[in-house]
């Protein structure tokens, strides 16, 4: 199939319309002079401006930042390490139970994984913070970086490790030279996931926070509960101007790898 | 997944060493959460802080446990069963997560089709293209559905203008507001699956159908619909699962009407404070979903995705 028929032409611009429109609005009104968020009344990047004055909000992008920073490095680490098991540790006593654990999180309702962290943390006494939103983040991004990973691990060759150790590599310097440089475009894929998860993520934060730890989610959350306000599309957009250029720049660099290699 | 060699002995063991830290954060931050809501599901409601009674506290060894297990209480299930609010927010949770995820296979299969139709040139610039919302917040694309479909809204306006209606509609704050932030988020979790399903496929089948006599339409059903089942049920899976348990859009889109268990255990614990009852209704929501789960991980070990 060389061209698009008519059919699958019109399917897929309506489908991207409808998935992308709603991103476009959002930025476009962010723009807007006027109060009214659905009433263009000129160009204006005052409440951009209005923004970087909101002290609260500056905050609560500290916050989340740091948190999704430390997810990302945790998470990945588990969960590279868990997908390393998931392929090779075939057993591994208790398999099943860690198979279990490692997928049930990827769909397990957020609500559910807030409110039992929760009530761990109260039974045992750890005081809420920064620190509770990051194990809680960390514990349900680490099975998305093991997803990602392992699906790199399994069309992985195994004879070139081999090879190596063959040639008198010990087994950790093979996975460390041959094996790693190998999945590490899954690794990083792995580290902005669980970035972007934590970043976004309202539900489990919201259980697991404490005085003084309100990240972005919840502040605008709390904001939009109120009604729509043009300095929350503001931040909304730097939100996903940040994200674009992320994304951007992992592809790039994913792809001028792939050409010098 | 079958391993394709005879792992070296000395590997494997490596392979369970690198498994020790995820599988004892899994165990500590997972599994015994898991265990501790169970536990408060039994414990009565208390004011005080935390407000739960009894506290199940390990220093006092097996006596200690035993005393914390007959001060089980069933009395917040059969709460829950007696209060018919409960049982319609169950119900109607899986109804919209059903509804929604017909819904979302509806509007993404066309999609998924015409991606794994494609040039195929095209086909990487599309997933990423699919891919890429689901990088942006989830609340964000939310909240920008507030703006389209509130009463005075982008949508209203449009149809207003275009003389299509004479009245307002109201969109916002209705069930038809939660299936369309349903759809519109959850639809990347739908394409992927299909597309991966689909693009495998041999266009030579379709052919050797027509060849063979069969209708466009009947060959299109018997042939591409029934090979791409997997990625049909895995899509489903992962769309219907999370809904069920879904807070936010009901939250934001939903009106008074709109019943969904994710939003009633946030009310439990966040307005009424009653951590047990809020415990229990999560209980109950898992066991609804342990099937469908169990189905997922079933799939999801065997490679799949």
Known sequence: ?261 | MAPRSPAPKISRWRANLAAIPPYVWLLLFFLAPFLIILKISFSEAVIAQPPYSPVLSLSDGVSGLWAAVREFTFANYAFLAEDSLYIRAYLSSLTIAAISTALTLLVGYPIALAMARAPHGWRPLLVALMILPFWTSFLIRVYAWIGILKRDGLLNQVLLWSGLISEPLTILNTNTAVYIGIVYTYLPFMVLPLYAALERQDRALLEAAADLGSPPLLAFWQVTVRLSLPGIVAGCLLVFIPVVGEFVIPNLLGGSSTLMIGQTLWDEFFQNRDWPLASTVAVLLVLVLVVPITLFQRIQSRGGL
């Open chain 1, 1 to 261: 199939m060389n061209r698009f028929t008519p059919f699958n032409a019109v399917s897929l611009t309506l489908g991207f319309a409808f998935l992308y429109l709603p991103i476009v609005l959002l930025v476009i009104f962010s723009f807007n002079a006027s109060q009214l968020v659905t009433v263009w009344g000129g160009f204006s990047t005052k409440w951009y401006a209005a923004l970087f004055a909101n002290k609260q909000l500056l905050d609560a992008a500290r916050i989340s930042l740091l948190v999704a920073f430390t997810t990302a490095c945790l998470a990945t680490v588990l969960g590279t390490l868990a997908a390393v098991a998931l392929t090779r540790a075939t057993r591994l006593p208790g398999r099943t139970l860690f198979t279990a654990m490692t997928y049930a999180p990827l769909v397990m309702p957020e609500v559910i994984t807030g409110l039992s962290l929760l009530l761990l943390f109260v039974a045992v006494g750890f005081e809420r913070g920064f620190w509770t939103i990051t194990i809680a983040h960390t514990t349900f991004a680490l099975c998305f970086v093991a997803v990602v990973v392992q699906s790199r691990l399994l069309s992985f060759d195994r004879s070139l490790e081999e090879a190596a150790q063959d040639l008198g590599a010990p087994p950790w310097r093979a996975f460390v030279t041959v094996t790693i440089p190998t999945i590490l475009p899954a690794i990083a894929a792995g580290w902005l996931l669980a970035f972007t998860l934590s970043l976004d993520d309202l539900v489990i934060a919201s259980f697991t926070s404490g005085p003084g730890s309100t990240t972005l989610p919840m502040r605008i959350f709390s904001s939009v509960r109120l009604g729509v306000s043009p300095d929350i599309n503001a931040a909304c957009t730097i939100l996903i101007a940040f994200v674009t250029v992320g994304v951007m720049a992992a592809t790039l660099t994913a792809k001028l790898r792939g050409s010098t290699r």
